[in-house]
């Protein structure tokens, strides 16, 4: 009883570890023990020992998995020997060895291969496939060679440079991936690897060569080559201008064309359309328009070339027209209310109509425009110095102008009233709120420089000073014509501006506050010099005192807003 509980333990021990071996251990030039099953013909012959008898068909799935051999040493049930590479069918022809050539594990797009990064090579050699490259681990850097059985090599895709493909019985998630230096190496590479493919992997690759011939017909994307070479064209000169590289200066960028609600709302709607070719700096223009590329090179083809600029500057205009209702009082430039315009129409479209392009591409391309919308929205949201506005509002007017040419009437024709309705009421809605705040601008410029005019009357009051030693009546004549006059000049320019918005107000009545506190302080200096009157000097001493003070709170004012509020960043 027990010698045959213990064979059944051994016998159940010995197929589990059989089972591991195949499933981890195929890179391993060691085979486990195995037992004999029913019907087997052949037995595996390594180190003069025998393992086995395996059918033909386990000796195919050990061939297939680098684990057997062409100089593997068989033995026949009648005693004879032979090796693995003479049993008919059991191996495919070797295949040809490839020269070495130059691949990367990663895309652009963010795509990688599970097991290695960065740059390499690729080659077939002795039956094969050798990836030389780092490993993606920590502190990995040094590069070696990870060869692959070719005869293990499965559902191989090509995609332009990109070549996927798995390996049998590997546990990944993930397919292999090599991108190598032009289209016709990609398929060179895939013609020498076997042909097997599972029904979706068959499936996957006919939709790319549908697409890819798609893309063919419809030609290349000049429209958004042509867009993308306006804006980048506009930023150059705009920099050149003086709006700046990394970052935007609000007042040139508006003196340019900046999209700003009171002066726009109040007739100059050109704003609303240059606008959308100004950038605040190399990184703002750069994801734009890496980001216009990405989904306008396929929109263009799908809308045809007038659609498609149809749709990218009306999302831009609509973009515009919701930045200003809901930031009036900010400078709002970029493109990113049309590329999202773009995006939207994409995804409107897809979701629309399924058949418009192959589905396995269809579904990427729709979860790709999902996703960017997605996540640049909660990116908007998080972070209040984006323009979120113009986002949604380029979006929804993609979606809509998508929706009239993708969906049959009469959806589509609502889709198109819908569009007009929403444009119409952000206009009528944009110019009531931008009469409270017509002057705001206007305070923009008068802060600009402020500093600068201030500093030169106070050296002007210096200088004057200076010549009180000499004449009493020289130093206060000058004191009065030339600045007081200034601050005079200040006081009336900044008390003409009174449309401005609740923050910029917070501001502008100190700022008078101080400036009428400085004149008064001079001209009760300038009263002493003349009648050499002490009490009107020390007077003069306390409203310089009382200037000092609003100074320091208006700094202090001025620290707290730039903490809080940096300025909106443009669409």
């Known amino acids: 009883m027990l010698p045959g509980l213990l064979l059944v333990v051994i016998l159940g021990l010995s197929l589990a570890l059989l089972r591991l071996f195949l499933v981890a251990g195929r890179d391993s030039p060691a085979l486990v023990e195995s037992l004999s099953l029913p019907g087997s013909q052949w037995k595996l012959v390594q180190s003069e020992r025998e393992f086995g008898p395996f059918t033909f068909a386990q000796l195919a799935r050990f061939a297939g998995d680098g684990v057997l051999t062409v100089d593997s040493r068989l033995r026949g049930a009648d005693g004879s020997e032979l090796v693995a590479g003479d049993l008919p069918g059991l191996f495919a ?8 050539q130059p691949v990367h594990f990663q895309t652009f797009a963010g795509k990688a291969d599970p097991v290695r990064l960065g740059r390499g090579s690729v080659r077939i050699e002795g039956g094969d496939l050798v990836l030389h490259g780092r490993r993606r681990r920590l502190f990995a850097l040094r590069r070696e060679d990870e060869r692959i059985p070719v005869a293990a090599v499965e559902n191989v895709v090509v995609d332009g440079r990109l070549v996927e493909f798995d390996r049998r019985g590997e546990p990944r998630r993930r397919p292999r991936l090599l991108r190598l230096a032009a289209p016709e190496a990609a398929r060179a590479l895939a013609a020498c690897l076997p042909g097997r493919r599972s029904a979706a992997t068959s499936q996957v690759q006919q939709d790319i060569d549908a697409y890819a011939a798609f893309n063919a017909r419809r030609g290349r994307a000049y429209a958004t080559l042509a867009v993308i070479a ?4 506009v930023f150059v000169a705009a920099g050149l201008a003086g709006a700046g590289w990394a970052s935007g200066d609000a007042l040139r960028l508006f003196a340019l064309g900046g999209n700003f609600g009171a002066v726009t709302a109040s007739g100059e709607w050109y704003r609303l359309f240059s606008a959308m070719f100004l950038h605040s700096g190399f990184l703002h223009v750069g994801l734009n328009m890496a980001a216009l590329w990405e989904a306008g090179s396929i929109s263009e083809r799908l809308f045809g070339r007038r659609r498609y600029l149809a749709i990218y500057l009306a999302a831009g205009l609509a973009g515009g027209i ?5 930031h009036p009082d900010k400078v709002g430039i970029g493109a990113s209310g049309a590329v999202f315009g773009i995006y939207g129409a994409l995804a409107m479209a897809l979701v629309a109509n399924r058949h418009l392009l192959p589905p396995t591409i269809a579904v990427r391309l729709r979860n790709g425009a999902l996703l960017f919308i997605a996540y640049s929205l909660v990116n908007g949201f998080l972070h209040p110095q984006i323009d979120n506005a113009a986002h949604i509002g380029g979006l929804v007017a993609g979606a809509l102008a998508a929706a009239a040419y993708q969906i049959r009437p009469p959806a589509g024709r609502l889709a198109a009233a819908a569009l007009v309705v929403l444009v119409a009421v952000g206009v009528v809605r944009a110019h009531q709120i931008a009469e409270p705040l017509r002057d705001e601008m206007e305070f923009k410029r008068f802060l600009a420089d402020y500093s600068q005019r201030e500093g030169r009357l106070e050296a002007g009051a210096r200088q004057a000073l200076a010549a009180a030693d000499r004449s009493r ?5 000058r004191l009065d014509g030339e600045v007081i006059a200034g601050w005079k000049a200040e006081e009336a320019r900044l008390a003409a501006i009174v449309r401005v918005s609740p923050a910029s107000r917070a501001l502008r009545d100190p700022l008078a506050r101080l400036i009428g506190l400085r004149r008064e302080s001079l001209e009760l200096l300038r009263d002493a010099l003349t009648s050499g009157d002490p009490a009107l000097l020390l007077w003069s001493q306390r409203k310089q005192a009382e200037a000092n003070r609003v100074a320091q709170e208006l700094i202090a004012l001025l620290d707290d807003i730039r903490l809080r509020r ?6």
Not at 473 to 477: D, G, M, N, T
């Open 93 to 100: 022809p070797r295949p040809a060895d490839w020269p070495t």
């Open 230 to 233: 306006a804006n980048l064209a």
């Open 322 to 326: 919701a930045s200003i209702n809901w």
């Open 473 to 477: 009546r020289e130093a206060a004549r």
């Open 566 to 571: 940096r300025g909106r960043v443009p669409g």
